[in-house]
Nanobody, 124 residues
Framework: VQLQASGGGLVQAGGSLRLSCATS????????MGWFRQAPGKEREFVAA????????YYADSVKGRFTISRDLAKNTVYLQMNSLKPEDTAVYSC??????????????????WGQGTQVTVSS
């Protein structure tokens, strides 16, 4: 499966952005989809994930209540709606796919496929 992330940009603190991750290949229903981010000088960290069935969602504590992950099977696309953005949300955001919920949702190394990142910059 191939992944393509888009939707990043520059936004003021308190603003919103919606990231998209378009996929090709097998339908999304085979994959748990995750979003991760990496800020300069920091390790990659888990942001959000959605299960193969689309019923379960998972969030890092730092984004809970502000970010929402969703998917559109017809478009084979996963979204990350980011509201109330903060300067500390500044990072390169990447989407990833894990076949069949087989591993930990919060561990990047458990994901099988990765898209290129999209830069999100939040100004104060």
């Amino acid at each position: 499966v191939q992944l393509q992330a888009s939707g990043g940009g520059l936004v003021q603190a308190g603003g919103s952005l919606r990231l998209s991750c378009a996929t090709s290949g097998r339908t999304l229903s085979y994959y748990r989809m995750g979003w991760f981010r990496q800020a300069p000088g920091k390790e990659r960290e888990f942001v959000a994930a959605i299960s193969t069935g689309g019923v379960r969602t998972y969030y890092a504590d730092s984004v809970k209540g502000r970010f929402t992950i969703s998917r559109d099977l017809a478009k084979n696309t996963v979204y990350l709606q980011m509201n109330s953005l903060k300067p500390e949300d500044t990072a390169v955001y990447s989407c990833a796919a894990q076949f069949s919920d087989r591993g930990a949702y919060y561990t990047g190394t458990e994901y099988d496929y990765w898209g290129q990142g999209t830069q999100v910059t939040v100004s104060s």
